[in-house]
Each structure stands twice: as C-alpha cells, then as structure tokens.
C-alpha cells in the first residue's frame, strides 16, 4: 500500500488544491496523513471534514505536531511516516504547495511494484504566480494538462523567492526512465517522491534540528546516498508547484540550515557558491573558521581564508564555536589580504 504524508503549518488555501488534485487520481488505493505543525488558519476542521466524505472515508487523518509553530517540517514529515498504517511499503512525500496530474498514484504504484527498493523521483514543474481559484477551477475541470502549460518556458527562476518553471534538477533529466543510479543529495527533493519506507527509517528519517526554509531534503538524501540508495527518475509523474512568495525570513533559516549541512557533510565548489558570506554561520570552528584580532577588532576569518567579518563583540567567540580559544594572532598585512565582506544586522538572532 502506498502512504503519502504531507507537512503543513497555516497552508490551508494550497492544502485544499492538494486535496482536489488527490481526489481525482485514478488509484485511490493510498492513504495520506496530514501532519500539522500548530495551524491556526482552520486546517484541522478543514481536513477532518473532508475525511468524514465518503471520497476520503478511513484513508485522510489529521495528525497534530504541537502548538510551538516554527515550520518544523522535518519532525513533521517524522511524524506523518509514524503514523502511516503498517502496511504501507511506499511513502510518498508531497508539500502542500502541489497540484498532482490524475495518474500520479497510478504511477507510483506501478513503479514500486516492479522496483520496490528504488527511490522513485517525479518531475516537478513551478508555477508563475496565479490566482487560486483560477488553479483550484483546472483541477476540478480535469484540466490539470491546461495548466501546466503555463510553466514558463526556459531556465528556472525566481519570483519573490519561490522558482518559476521546468525541473529544476537539470542532470536528473539526463537520465532514462528506466535507468536506476546512484542517489544524489541535491536530487532528494521531497516534494513529489517516493522512498520505502523501510530505507527511510534506516537513514533515520529527517533532521529535526533544521527547521525552517532549505537543505532539509539536501541532508536527508546525503543520509540516503550514504546508505547506497538508487533511484529512477520518472518524468511521466509530472507534479504542478503552486507559487506563493516566501516570506524574507525564509532565506535567513535557508542560510542556518545550509551551514548545518555544510558542517554536518561537507561541501564542494557547487554548495559553496550558496553561501552568503555576511551571515555568521559560515565562519564556525567546525568548518575550519578562526577568530583574529587586531588592534582591539575581532574579525571571523572562513577555513579557506580568503572572507573576513567584522564581529561586534567578543560574546561571538563561542557562537562560533571558540568557547575556549583565544583569538590568534595575524599580521595586519596578512589580514588585509583577505577581502572583508560587509557585516549584516545580527537577524538570526530575531528568529
């Protein structure tokens, strides 16, 4: 049996465009859990109530996550796979913000039957900004293939944050559809995926100390390649992303989650140029970062050196991990080299 799970925190308006779209699959043989991290935007009664009809009746729970919102997606996306009953095999991850062409479920029910150790990836294309009643009208009108011919043609890009249009995982797209290889971390993008449930829980599920925006699903895969997972990229499992802007805190949690990876697995040329050097996070000990000082100015100096940042305080020492250094010391010449790059308001702190 297939299980799907889908985090949510007050999404409740894309939760019920999801809802339609998983309602006019051609295979209802799955249940879905819904894990909710707080919502108080009424997606509880929303999801309930759907669940009493009979199109949803014993396969749609509502499963709660606590009232501290943080978007916690990750011991979201725990719980929900807790939850699922004991016969599924194959959890399909979603997100909220997806629209789901009518033989998704078909699709991955056939995959996972003839390749029931592979991770199944499903094309994902990104929407331009839309009215919601205008995509909740193409999914009830069984006009799904409508709107996916407004994804914008050429490269992806950003709109307020959020990607417009084709699969964003340009190398993935190189492969067959029947060709299984190697995993990569950068192509475990939850949305739209399916994993059994069996590798999930032995890579250990995601992290739960990264919470907020990005690279949640970067670290879960680098688990999962770890562990020799393959998979097979199957285009024809097409799903819709529907834009929503992103708030700006989200690319502050984008970056303290990005430097949580890149300490937890490293990097490599590609990762790095992710990198927002006027953000603290990246100059920690654990990524071979040092504290100078010079006369009188503390500076966060990266492993590589070639970044230095102006610190305001010595009470920085052990928010970069020199609990019990004292800064060393660096010729003034030496430390002139190393460009300097502008000091930004200490805003993860406000998050």
């Given at each position: 049996m297939i299980g799907a799970v889908v985090p949510v925190c007050?999404?409740?308006?894309?939760?019920e465009l999801l809802l339609a779209s998983l309602e006019e699959q051609t295979c209802q043989d799955f249940v879905l859990v819904v894990a909710d991290d707080g919502s108080t935007d009424g997606t509880?009664?929303?999801?309930?109530?759907?669940?009493?009809?009979?199109?949803w009746r014993g396969r749609l729970r509502w499963v709660g996550c606590g009232p501290d919102r943080g978007v916690r997606t990750g011991r979201a996306r725990n719980i929900g796979a807790a939850n699922l009953p004991a016969s599924a095999e194959l959890l399909v991850m979603l997100d909220s913000d997806l629209v789901l062409q009518p033989t998704a479920m078909a699709g991955f029910a056939a995959v996972h039957a003839e390749h029931?150790?592979?991770?199944?990836?499903?094309?994902?294309?990104?929407?331009?900004?839309?009215?919601?009643d205008s995509v909740l009208k193409h999914v009830t009108g069984h006009e799904v293939d409508l709107l996916r011919a407004l994804v914008p043609a050429g490269a992806p890009a950003?709109?307020?944050?959020?990607?417009t249009g084709p699969e964003l995982r340009e190398q993935l797209r190189t492969c067959t559809p029947d060709e299984s290889v190697p995993l990569r971390p950068e192509w475990a993008l939850p949305l739209n995926s399916g994993w059994p449930l069996d590798l999930y829980w032995h890579v250990g599920g995601f992290e739960e100390a990264m919470t907020g925006y990005g690279?949640?699903?970067?670290?879960?895969?680098?688990?999962?390649v770890a562990a020799g997972a393959s998979c097979l990229f199957r285009p024809e499992l097409w799903a819709l992303h529907v834009w929503h802007a992103k708030p700006p805190k989200a690319m502050i949690e984008n970056q303290r989650n990005l430097d949580y990876y890149l300490r937890r697995h490293g990097g490599?040329?590609?990762?790095?140029t992710d990198v927002d050097w006027s953000l603290w996070w990246h100059y920690?000990?654990?990524?071979?970062?040092?504290?100078?000082?010079?006369?009188?100015q503390l500076w966060a100096v990266n492993g590589a050196h070639d970044r230095r940042l102006r610190l305001p305080a010595r009470s920085w020492l052990p928010r970069l991990g020199h609990c019990a250094h004292a800064p060393e010391p660096l010729s003034a010449e030496r430390l002139r080299a190393i460009p300097e790059v502008q000091w930004a308001d200490d805003i993860a702190q406000q998050h």
């Open positions: 007050n999404r409740k308006q894309n939760l509880r009664k929303m999801v309930e109530d759907r669940a009493a009809t009979d199109a029931p150790d592979k991770v199944i990836l499903g094309a994902v294309e990104w929407l331009p900004p839309l009215e919601r950003r709109v307020e944050g959020t990607f690279y949640q699903d970067m670290e879960f895969g680098a688990r999962a490599n040329a590609v990762i790095e920690h000990a654990e990524r071979g970062g040092t504290v100078v000082e010079e006369e009188g």
